[in-house]
């Protein structure tokens, strides 16, 4: 375990953000958005968990707020525009991948304002509407999330078929520059045979 | 088989206008709005079946998929996903009371994303009544009983913590295995030649991704749980 710990800490002196980070799909330019998703998420968990029975407008309000400023972020600063080394052969799926990312992550962030658009409508119909127009805006609701999912889901399929076409590529790079190698020896040692 | 989705979370109107869950104690706070609207309202069962199985299907890819794409070295595609997932589920919170029967239900189908909830129904129960006194449930807000028993810290977190230390598990494996590959085939090559040991070998030698990549997939749930207990936790 202590091992273990160690190594990694080792990693994140040194390799962390020079050599990996593109695994942990972050521009290295950008280090502190790593943290800042972070951040995020536990300010969700406690605006929605202090302000669940608070007045209904300020957890939408504040949530919006938040994925404005991220919106803000990855759109101006371009935090999630990773580098990824040049592969042989690879098309569509492994160089387009961090565009995919970036955009899909814009994307999440707008939908999730108009999620928090109509969580508010519904607050402020609740007393008026009748029950069909209530029941109605549940369904828009459910509606954005569905949008929301397939937008996730996109961008999982994109993220499966990336990381398959990133193995298969390198490792036949890898074998070919092996086999390269090998046949360079060999001829190395052809020649001096014959120099001999 | 997965526990079925909030076993006591059925409201049941009581005594001098009070509603309480069955199995739990009476709430004074009465559920207006989504007691208000008639059953006549909801007439389109089906709609809201479909959208449950719907979020469900998704909670399901999310969690057991996302869980087996650890074994497989998939994760970094689908952490965002299970993420995603809780994210919107945390919102069925925000003033759940008033929300309409057609957020509250296909909703119900998230729950399994809240807490991690991977072990199958009767592994929960053994290890609840290991770790937690028979029949002890931790006073907290109506709400957040609705889709999981309580907010006790241990039932909160143990499906995650044991996620941890099966990943662990299956880590140092995988690191056993490839070092008696390394011993047994010397040559640089070698690893070239098996795609699932040249795989397991980029896979296996990121500690950093590796450990940010489980940490990523249980941080909300820590989070949230923490956080509930902070709000809840009483002597």
């Known amino acids: 375990m202590f091992g273990l710990l160690r190594r990694g800490a080792n990693s994140l002196s040194d390799l962390t953000f020079n050599v990996v980070y593109e695994d942990v799909r972050i521009n290295k330019e950008r280090i502190w958005y790593y943290l800042f998703r972070y951040y995020k998420l536990f300010l969700i968990a406690i605006v929605v968990a202090v302000t669940y029975s608070s007045s209904p407008v300020i957890p939408p309000i504040i949530l919006i707020i938040l994925h404005i400023i991220d919106f803000g972020l990855i759109f101006a600063m371009k935090p999630l525009g990773m580098e990824q080394p040049d592969l042989v052969g690879a098309y569509m799926f492994y160089p387009k991948y961090p565009k995919v990312y970036h955009y899909t992550m814009l994307i999440q962030q707008i939908l999730f304002i108009l999620l928090e658009i109509f969580w508010l409508i519904l607050f402020g119909i609740r007393n008026s509407a009748d029950s069909g127009t209530y029941m109605g805006i549940g369904y828009t609701i459910c509606a954005f999330v569905i949008l929301l999912l397939l937008n996730g889901l996109f961008r999982l399929i994109w993220g499966i078929l990336k990381i398959l076409q990133y193995c298969y590529l390198e490792r036949q790079a890898n074998y070919l520059s092996v086999e390269k190698l090998a046949l360079e020896n060999k001829d190395g040692v052809d020649d001096n045979l014959i120099m001999n | ?235």
């Not at chain 2, 996903?81 to 994210?87: E, K, V």
């Open chain 2, 1 to 235: 088989m997965v526990r079925a989705a909030a076993p006591d979370s059925v409201i049941y109107p009581g005594s001098n206008g009070q509603y309480h869950l069955a199995g739990q104690q009476a709430v004074s706070t009465q559920i207006t709005r989504y007691v208000d609207i008639p059953e006549s309202s909801i007439g389109d069962r089906s709609s809201l079946r479909n959208l449950f199985n719907l979020f469900r299907g998704c909670a399901i890819l999310a969690l057991f998929i996302g869980l087996v794409s650890f074994l497989v070295g998939m994760s970094a595609a689908f952490d965002d996903f299970f993420i995603l997932c809780q994210l919107i589920f945390v919102h069925i919170f925000i003033q759940m009371e008033y929300n309409p029967p057609s957020l509250r239900i296909p909703f119900t189908g998230l729950h399994i994303v809240q807490f991690l909830e991977w072990l199958p129904s009767a592994a929960r129960t053994s290890i609840e009544s290991g770790i937690l006194p028979a029949n002890l449930y931790q006073p907290c807000s109506l709400i957040f009983q609705q889709y999981y028993e309580d907010v006790a810290f241990a039932r909160t977190v143990y499906h995650a913590i044991l996620f941890i230390g099966l990943t662990l598990v299956i880590w140092v494996i995988i690191h056993v295995f490839l070092l008696i590959y390394d011993s047994r085939h010397p040559n640089e090559q070698a690893k070239y030649n098996n795609f699932f040991v040249y795989y397991y070998k980029q896979y296996n030698s990121k500690v950093f991704v590796f450990v940010d990549k489980v940490a990523r997939f249980c941080y909300f749930t820590f989070a949230w749980s923490c956080i509930l207990q902070l709000l809840f936790f009483s002597n």
